[in-house]
């Protein structure tokens, strides 16, 4: 990512069942890249949103992120986010 010529977004998802580690891999990826921007969303962080609460906080961590030429968002348990 770092001299790539090629686009600067990457997205990448991870599938796998509950307790194989995706999370895990994905910290252990973001802190690798040393990137200085690195936010892990989470649903834990939410307890107790209302939806806009969630989308207003969700919205702030990737308007931050473009404020870093480089930057990791870490998105935990889609499904709970939006459940």
Do not use: C, W
Not at 2 to 16: D, E, N, Y
Not at 58 to 77: C, E, G, L, R, T
């Amino acid at each position: 990512m770092r001299t790539s010529t090629r686009t600067p977004l990457v997205s990448i998802l991870l599938h796998g069942p509950p307790g194989s580690g995706k999370t895990a891999l994905a910290a252990t990826i973001a802190q690798a890249s040393q990137f200085p921007f690195i936010k892990l969303i989470t649903p834990d962080n939410m307890v107790g949103f209302g939806e806009a609460q969630k989308v207003q906080s969700i919205s702030k961590v990737f308007a931050d992120s473009y404020k870093s030429p480089m930057s990791v968002i870490v998105v935990d348990n889609l499904e709970r986010l939006l459940g």
